[in-house]
């Protein structure tokens, strides 16, 4: 009885969107020209309160697929035995420690839980902070690290963005390391070429009275458009970061947990050990969570004699879910179904590109890739709007996907990474169909 | 099988607190002499490894009581139909904004959901400086906000702690209207005299070209040591921030959610009305959430072309848990617990103290007490010792309190809010053995 009191009632499209104006975050988006009411989820598939089913390709949180029984029996049982805080001895916590870093070279070995990959990225920067002594930070073009206001500092994506406040005083700029429309171009050490890049970034500091406390790189570039770093890149960034005294962050929290399938972790292609790698987003498979890891010499920099207490970071219900997840992507083996699938996926969509003139770039590792849309092949012109256009068209054919890049004409593919061949032979076919019912360029 | 193969070892307190010093947060402190190894939480019960319960009185995340059944079903049965962000519609995310806003003063009509009470504060410092264009923020000696870079700097617990970087140029920090210990004792109008203080912050600022954005407060006072703000604080407090430009923000993170039983919030009984409130702890009953609620009027300053996107903030598991919470508060009475209870508590401390010297003050709104010990009464000396030994002889009996306040001296009373009248006289009779165990001052 009292359950049906407070039922929560299932209210239109039209009146959710009304309240959410009213009484939600006004700067939210929506998905879409005509919002989605999403009520269900299992796998790959979302489904809509009509029970129309939409194959996600959108969602790099859900990773091991929406709703995984495994992990939802992991959470609701803990949930019913114990959630307290770290301050307490348990089991779960000690465990998820070691089963994260036994997928870690040796020396990240220490681990913090956080509830969200904004929190990893803010105590990595005060951990880099109390181990350098020094303030400044490099980081990439385009990237976002979070919605904090030291996040937001740290995100060329949101303060060079619209409503943003530009660059502080402590924070240096390198390019995105983009072989395709950067400003070195489709050359093979285009990799060292853009790590050199580093060195100014340290001048620039430098000439501001800063030393560098760190550089901040996702290991795959996500909002910068799904770009893939080029060989070489961070072993000669992070050389020249540390030369200068800076540590050096791998930022996986949206490419992490095995989705470029050849490597548990983004970092490891370019032959790199980061000093402090951050995680989110996947980690949980939904559930609010974050970690960082790193070194024991960058951790016992940070025992200052001030504490740091996370209420919910390394609870029994966060750790016992994160080992789940674990789990399902191990006895799934979901690594090698996004190498197979990401493979299959690139091939497809490179298949594609050679019939329709619109697609100028076709990049991935693993369920991590990109499509770009260019007006003019040659003079690869971004073409946003057939980005928009796509992207829409797919929605109504039941396809979710999105776009980023300086230029958000980047489509972005990075479903959860249960995503099977069929999942794929029908986004390619759907895709064609798409593409060939579009005017031309 | 694979479960079993997977299975989370047990291990012994040793071993746990071994692998915790190699592979976890070397900061992270851990609860009592003897580490405690909990497994399982029921109400206000925990029970160790060996089946020993201990009565809980220090957990004020899980407000409703340890895994509360309806809390634990709303989460799983969610979990297991759809957890996803806040891009598409969702009726579970309208209906708490409702809910939530329905408990409050109208102008604070719009939330914003996150994941933690840190994520709260940090939202809220962007909100107050873009709708005053200002940087200045005044704090309260002693108050914790939160472990982000942001937040550290607004935590005079922390910047002034041991490993504190001391205070930042953009903030001021203001006596603890503490009438027991502070400046102004013992006064009728002990509110209105340190609400004048804040003059002497908003000058400091403006002498270090700062105009304030925010003035932080928490309702009652937390880590300062369980103070409740003297009549008057906030009404003066706040018109003087108001005539100054800025906004007053209500910390609930910690007190919140009708623990001090005559009101939803804390700051009611101060006759105020925050432009901004950061809530946290209980509001998910240990899941990790956390919200900023506003007026249309900031809201709407922080509309300038910047999205704020939570990936976790407001997904459908999230808002089914704080819903939920929301249910219990209502359908159990708790509110009304909460006064009787705390009544009940506060009077049987007040009798201990009329037979022990050693506790200097007692205080407290419904469950939200403190008892002071001091070595000397009249001179109200601080007596942190013997709060640390009632702490660990309580303890040995089973009872879980912990302590806090600039000198460590003030017994923290907070436990889950169904805490019982059996429960408070089973601590009251306790805590009078322990202390007439104890040798006199």
Known sequence: MTDTRHAV???????????????LNPTLSVAYREPLKIVRGEGV?????????????????????HCHPRVVRAGAEQMARLNTNTRYLHDALVEYALRLTATLPAPLSVVFLTNSGT????????????????????????????????????SPYKFNGRGGEGQADHVAVVPMPDAYRGAVR????????????????????????????????????????????PDGYLRQAFAQVRAAGGLCLSDEVQVGFGRVGDAMWAFEQQGVVPDILTLGKPIGNGHPMGAVVTTPEVATSFVTGMEYFNTFGGNPV???????????IEEENLMDNAVRVGEFLTAGLREIQARHPGIGDVRGRGLFIGA????????RSPDPARARVVVEAMKARHVLLSTDGPDDNVLKIKPPIVFSRANAEEFLEKLDGVLGALPVG
Not at 9 to 23: F, Y
Not at 49 to 64: E, I, K
Not at 121 to 146: F, P, Q, W
């Open 45 to 65: 598939w979302l489904y809509d309160a009509q029970g129309q089913g939409y194959l996600d390709m959108v969602n790099n949180v859900c990773h091991v697929g």
């Open 9 to 23: 009632p299932e209210r239109s499209r039209e009146e959710l969107l009304r309240l959410r104006r009213a009484h």
């Open 372 to 379: 770009e849309f260019v007006s003019d092949a040659a003079a």
């Open 186 to 229: 489709d050359a093979a050490d285009a990799g060292p070429r853009y790590g050199r890049m580093l060195a100014g970034a340290i001048d620039e500091l430098r000439a501001r009275g800063h030393r560098p406390a760190a550089f901040y790189c996702e290991s795959l570039l996500g909002c910068g458009g799904q770009v893939i770093l």
């Open 318 to 328: 966060s750790c016992a879910i994160g080992l789940a997840v674990l789990d399902v």
């Open 119 to 154: 929190e990893a990225n803010d105590l990595a920067l005060r951990l880099a902070r109390a181990h350098t002594g020094a303030r400044g930070t490099i980081v990439v073009d385009h990237a976002y690290h979070g919605h904090s206001p030291s996040m937001v500092e740290l």
